[in-house]
């Protein structure tokens, strides 16, 4: 078992450009979560799916983030015009199943916006 | 909205010595409670969770209590090794938000020789 994998490991972008990050569960899994880790504001729940239905993105700023789940087998994350405020780290993690099930999560994305 | 506070943000411990680890919750419908160790660089990996149907659960050296009343859980380490040092994060999930978690801000612990 590869674990949950995320793709790219790094990225840096300029502000004002698209960021597109990656995430593939553990196979099986049918609830994928997104989190964003930063030294402020420490870990920050973003969105979540289950089943490939997008259920909760209380967590996603407005207007500029996205995410998807177009199958089973993977999730992205997008992030248009990206600004310094959006450098973090995105984790993903999946669960077995949705409801309280222990969360695995991925190695993360480390993205800096210069 | 639920917010998980870690009272501890360093704890330093001689190895050998127990380590204890502190959260509280706000949210009474919370109900789910794992925690996740950090080392540095590397991403969350889950050590251990109480559901609030137990006040107390043990896995080989760590053990964690709930108090339901104070809304308050704990991590216990004992016999502490170098290889526990790490950041350790507290989180909380309730029936009705099914699995989002809330975490708190992390306790950095080292394990002194």
């Known amino acids: 078992n590869a674990g949950v994998i995320q793709t790219p490991r790094h990225k840096v972008t300029g502000k004002g450009q698209e960021a597109t990050l990656w995430c593939e569960p553990i196979?099986?899994?049918?609830?994928v979560f997104w989190y964003r880790q930063t030294i402020v504001q420490g870990l920050e729940f973003l969105t979540y799916?289950?089943?490939?239905?997008?259920?909760?993105d209380s967590g996603m700023p407005k207007e500029r983030f996205s995410a998807q789940m177009p199958n089973q087998s993977h999730s992205t994350l997008k992030i248009q015009s990206t600004q310094p405020q959006d450098s973090a780290v995105y984790l993903c993690?999946?669960?077995?199943?949705?409801?309280?099930?222990?969360?695995?999560f991925g190695p993360g994305t480390r993205l800096l916006v210069l | 909205g639920e917010k998980v506070e870690q009272h501890e943000s360093t704890l330093s411990v001689r190895e050998g010595d127990s380590a204890v680890i502190n959260c509280t919750y706000t949210?009474?419908?919370?109900?789910?409670f794992p925690w996740y160790k950090q080392e540095a660089g590397k991403s969350l990996h889950f050590v251990i969770d109480?559901?609030?149907?137990?006040d107390r659960k043990q896995s080989q050296r760590l053990i964690v209590l709930l108090d339901k009343k104070a809304k308050r859980f704990s991590l216990h380490i004992t016999a502490t090794q170098p290889e526990d040092s790490a950041i350790y994060f507290c989180?909380?999930?309730?029936?009705?938000?099914?699995?989002?978690?809330?975490f708190g801000q992390g306790t950095k612990l080292s394990i002194k020789p």
């Open positions: 993690a999946s669960s077995l199943d949705f409801n309280q099930d222990t969360q695995y």
């Open positions: 196979s099986g899994h049918s609830a």
């Open positions: 799916f289950r089943n490939q239905a997008p259920i909760d």
């Open positions: 949210d009474t419908a919370s109900s789910y």
């Open positions: 109480i559901r609030s149907n137990v």
């Open positions: 989180a909380a999930s309730s029936d009705y938000n099914q699995g989002k978690l809330i």
